[in-house]
């Protein structure tokens, strides 16, 4: 199947730093990629709607200024989390989907990255 | 906005019992997923119901899509301790690409 690899897979930081998260299609196009959320023992929050070539689509009370997504290729989608505070730590999850069908197909996950912000 | 929310959010049984956990949606779908997320990893998807009133089966597990599209079911027949995990449904309404996430019910199945 389908392979999504997501890096670094955990990471910690001091607050007020910067943290880059990668999402790359290894094996399949991906016009679009998803970054979720998720706190322990929670759902999956969707933040954001990352387009291959154009602005990201941020859910309602996601900041754009601090989670930045770019989509710059077909196969690779960053989240950078600028200026990071503790209140940031959570896991954070990126999924795509193969651009070769429809709108109604699953979604390919990243392994997630652990984000711990001292 | 869009709501899905799973029942029960946790559930303890013995090795050998049934399990179902319950989706609903407060909108009307065109397609619902259902995810599994052992402890410590990412989901995976398991399936994906398209039709009204669909039923599809997985070895011990059955799934169903209400007739109305807004709730869905995932059954597991004779549990077994490799079931362990917390299991999402997933959302997509008509014309949108995202995936709303249900709240998850959590399965833990002693031997």
């Known amino acids: 199947g389908a392979v999504v690899s997501q890096h670094p897979s955990r990471v910690i930081c001091k607050s007020g730093t910067s943290v880059k998260i990668e999402c790359r299609s290894l094996d399949f196009q991906a016009t679009t990629m998803f970054w979720y959320r998720q706190f322990p023992k929670q759902s999956l929050m969707l933040m954001a709607t990352?387009?291959?070539?154009?602005?990201?689509?941020?859910e309602q009370g996601v900041e754009k200024d601090k989670f930045l997504i770019n989509h710059a290729s077909l196969t690779l989608s960053t989240l950078t989390v600028t200026s990071a505070h503790p209140e940031d730590s959570s896991f954070y999850i990126c999924s795509a989907r193969d651009r070769e069908f429809s709108t109604n197909e699953k979604l390919f996950f990243g392994s997630g990255t652990q984000l711990s912000v001292l | 906005g869009q709501q899905v929310m799973q029942i029960p959010q946790y559930q303890h049984v013995q090795e050998g019992e049934d399990f179902t956990t319950y989706c609903n949606s407060s909108t009307t779908l065109s397609n619902i997923q259902w995810y599994k997320q052992r402890p410590g990893g990412h989901p995976v998807f398991l399936i994906q119901?398209?039709?009204?009133?669909e039923v599809k089966k997985q070895k011990r597990l059955t799934f169903q899509f209400g007739e109305a599209k807004k709730n869905s079911s995932l059954h597991i027949t004779a549990t077994q301790t490799t079931d362990v995990g917390t299991y999402f449904c997933a959302g997509q309404n008509t014309g949108f690409q995202k995936l709303v996430f249900g709240t998850g019910t959590r399965l833990l199945v002693s031997p």
């Open positions: 119901l398209v039709k009204s009133g």
């Open positions: 990352s387009n291959e070539g154009s602005k990201a689509t941020y």
